[in-house]
C-alpha cells in the first residue's frame, strides 16, 4: 500500500514537472524538488477524491458534450491544485500560473502525461 501511495506521487510530481517543462512561459514554481513532492502528493489526493466527485456531478454535461467537458474539469482540478499550494505554507514553494487559458492547456498536459505514465507502468 506504501510503495502504491509512493509511485502515485512519484508519478504525479513527474507529470508536473513536465507540464512546466512544456509551458514555462505560463506556469513558473519555485522549491525545487521540494515543489514536485508537494505537487505530486496533492495532486494525488484531488485525483482520487475531488474529480471522482467533479466527474459525478457533470455526468450529464460529459455525455451532452462527448467527454470534452473533461478537459474542462482538468483545469479545474489544475486550479484547485493552484489554490492549494498557495494555501499550504511551506517555505520556498510557490506557484503561479498566467492566463485563464492556462489552467485548461495544463489541466489537458497533466491528464495526459499521467494517463501515459500509467499505461507504461501498468505495462511491466
Do not use: C
Not at 521540494?34 to 505530486?40: A, I, R, T
Not at 474529480?51 to 486550479?79: A, M, R
Amino acid at each position: 500500500m506504501l510503495k502504491k501511495i509512493l509511485i502515485g506521487i512519484i508519478l504525479n510530481g513527474a507529470a508536473l514537472y513536465g507540464v512546466i517543462y512544456f509551458m514555462p512561459q505560463d506556469l513558473t514554481y519555485t522549491g525545487g524538488l521540494k515543489f514536485f513532492v508537494l505537487g505530486g502528493l496533492v495532486m494525488g489526493i484531488l485525483n482520487s477524491i475531488v474529480k471522482p466527485i467533479l466527474k459525478l456531478l457533470t455526468f450529464p454535461l460529459q455525455i451532452i458534450t462527448l467527454g470534452l467537458s473533461l478537459i474542462i474539469l482538468n483545469g479545474i482540478i489544475f486550479w484547485i491544485f493552484k489554490v492549494i499550494i498557495d494555501t499550504i505554507v511551506v517555505k520556498g514553494v510557490t506557484f503561479e500560473v498566467r492566463g485563464l487559458a492556462t489552467y485548461l492547456v495544463a489541466g489537458l498536459a497533466f491528464g495526459l502525461i499521467n494517463w501515459v505514465e500509467h499505461l507504461i507502468i501498468s505495462n511491466k
